[in-house]
């Protein structure tokens, strides 16, 4: 499809001076630059998303590193069913992570410790409809992706059915707390916190409180308890 006028790029990002570098390297190249910003605030999930949107690019860079509000994979599905090419920007070299937005609807990863000019070939092909992976390449990433999801969501069942006593000593048990301390801090037996923890380890299918805790961190348990203390 041919596109009349620049190649429309919107960043999602909160730092401003890759902001600025990067909106002076677009604009030199002839493309048309906005910049939508994070907000604070519980909502922002909901603005980020209206506000790239309301924008309509053709193409959106977003930053994964938006912070702990901020849901990237449902933000790059949303977007990009809105079509919007999105281009994740990434600080980890995670093949698995890179895997996951793919799978989530991103056309492109791309390293931010890279140079600009691969960000910027992204964004070019991206504005001529073309491909920016190879077709194995891009396969064989949101295979692992897919696979990581998978066991995410597995291991996300297995947190459902923690009780809310059960919860709540997992979550002492992510801040580093022993079991007397629990016990202390909740006023109960020692006993009674190491039965808790036997129901914690067996209910997520794990041998150790620190593979019980790896698997709360995975899931993103400690952003969004599924049980209220």
Same mark, same amino acid.
């Given at each position: 499809m041919v596109r009349s006028g620049p190649t429309r790029v919107?960043?999602?990002? #909160?730092?401003?001076?890759?902001?600025?570098?990067? #909106?002076?390297?677009? +604009?030199? #190249?002839?493309?048309?630059?906005?910049?939508v910003p994070i907000p604070a605030g519980t909502d922002q999930d909901d603005l980020? #998303?209206?506000?790239?949107? +309301?924008?309509?690019?053709?193409?959106?860079?977003?930053?994964?590193?938006?912070?702990?509000?901020?849901?990237?994979?449902?933000?790059?599905? +949303?977007?990009?069913?809105?079509?919007?090419a999105v281009v994740v920007l990434v600080d980890v070299d995670d093949e698995v992570r890179w895997g996951q937005y793919l799978a989530a609807g991103a056309r492109a990863v791309a390293p931010m410790s890279g140079s600009l000019a691969s960000v910027i070939s992204a964004v070019r092909r991206l504005g001529r409809g073309e491909p920016v992976l190879d077709r194995a390449e891009r396969d064989r990433l949101i295979a692992l992706g897919r696979r990581r999801n998978a066991e995410v969501r597995a291991a996300a069942g297995r947190i459902e059915r923690l009780s809310a006593q059960e919860g709540a000593v997992l979550r002492e048990l992510m801040a580093g707390h022993a079991v007397p301390e629990i016990a202390t801090a909740h006023r109960v037996a020692v006993a009674t916190v190491r039965t808790q923890v036997k129901g914690v380890l067996a209910k997520l299918e794990v041998s150790s409180q620190l593979s019980a805790v790896a698997v709360a961190h995975v899931v993103g348990w400690t952003e969004h308890p599924t049980n209220a203390a």
């Open positions: 919107a960043l999602v990002d #909160r730092h401003d001076l890759f902001s600025d570098c990067l #909106r002076a390297v677009l +604009e030199t #190249r002839g493309f048309a630059y906005h910049r980020v #998303r209206s506000r790239l949107l +309301e924008v309509r690019p053709d193409v959106a860079l977003v930053n994964a590193n938006l912070g702990v509000a901020r849901r990237v994979g449902a933000l790059i599905g +949303e977007v990009s069913r809105g079509g919007v």
